[in-house]
């Protein structure tokens, strides 16, 4: 069974310093990742999304991620993060084939202006 | 369009009571979700509808949950009776068959089991 692995669980930056977290998945084929972010108050959004062709993919409000297939990874990365970036996000993951997504348990981001 | 829609927002319940939530997809989207939102958690798979036929429900507790798609269109899941572990958020997903593989997701059902 596939699953997701994101080992950051709570993260507190100060306005403008650069972001990363880190997501792993485990599962040998062929895959499509996600990324999804819940802003206080509201519902699950996509930020972004890899199925296939360039390893480093953009998304909204300025974040991207890149692919490592050897790595099993699927980082998330934004340079510059802002207040309004706090939220939880959610790495995902499906197998190809198959829809349903698996998550990961989160990263609680904190951005102090 | 209009988004996945979820009703009610919020429930309290005590141990051993039912509770129901109820989903209406994004027009047109064949494929439905329900997840369980554990806090501190990522969201579960309980169960998927394609249409009105279940494709997966490995992972739901079905001695005490059921759901159903009758016309392929909107959904209801159900606790019966309810334990103290379900306290969770409710997430409903809808997809689109052609789907491009993204999930739209509603707004949640908080559901708090005293």
């Known amino acids: 069974a596939q699953s997701v692995s994101q080992h950051n669980h709570h993260v507190i930056l100060s306005e403008a310093a650069s972001l990363e977290l880190g997501c792993n998945y485990s599962?040998?084929?062929?895959?499509?990742l996600f990324w999804y972010v819940q802003y206080p108050g509201q519902h699950l959004q996509l930020l972004l999304k890899?199925?296939?062709?360039?390893?480093l993919v953009k998304g909204i409000k300025g974040f991207e991620a890149e692919f490592i297939k050897s790595k099993f990874s699927f980082n998330l990365r934004k340079p510059s993060v802002q207040w309004s970036d706090t939220a939880e996000y959610f790495c995902?993951?499906?197998?190809?084939?198959?829809?349903?997504?698996?998550f990961g348990s989160g990263t609680r981001l904190q951005v102090q202006p | 369009e209009a988004g996945v829609a979820q009703s009610p927002r919020y429930k309290i319940i005590e141990k051993r009571q039912s509770v129901a939530f109820w989903c209406n997809p994004i027009?047109?989207?064949?494929?439905l979700y329900w997840y369980q939102q554990i806090l501190g958690q990522g969201p579960k798979l309980l169960i998927q509808?394609?249409?009105?036929?279940?494709?997966?429900d490995s992972q739901l507790p079905k001695d005490r949950f059921s759901a159903e798609r009758l016309k392929g269109v909107d959904s209801t899941l159900k606790i019966q009776p309810a334990k103290l572990e379900d306290s969770a958020v409710y997430l409903c997903?809808?997809?689109?068959?052609?789907?491009?593989?993204?999930?739209?997701f509603g707004a949640g059902s908080r559901l708090t089991v005293l």
């Open positions: 995902a993951v499906n197998a190809a084939g198959r829809r349903a997504l698996t």
């Open positions: 599962y040998g084929g062929t895959v499509n």
């Open positions: 890899y199925f296939s062709g360039d390893p």
């Open positions: 027009s047109g989207h064949a494929t």
């Open positions: 509808f394609q249409n009105n036929g279940v494709v997966d």
């Open positions: 997903a809808s997809q689109d068959i052609s789907g491009a593989n993204v999930l739209t």
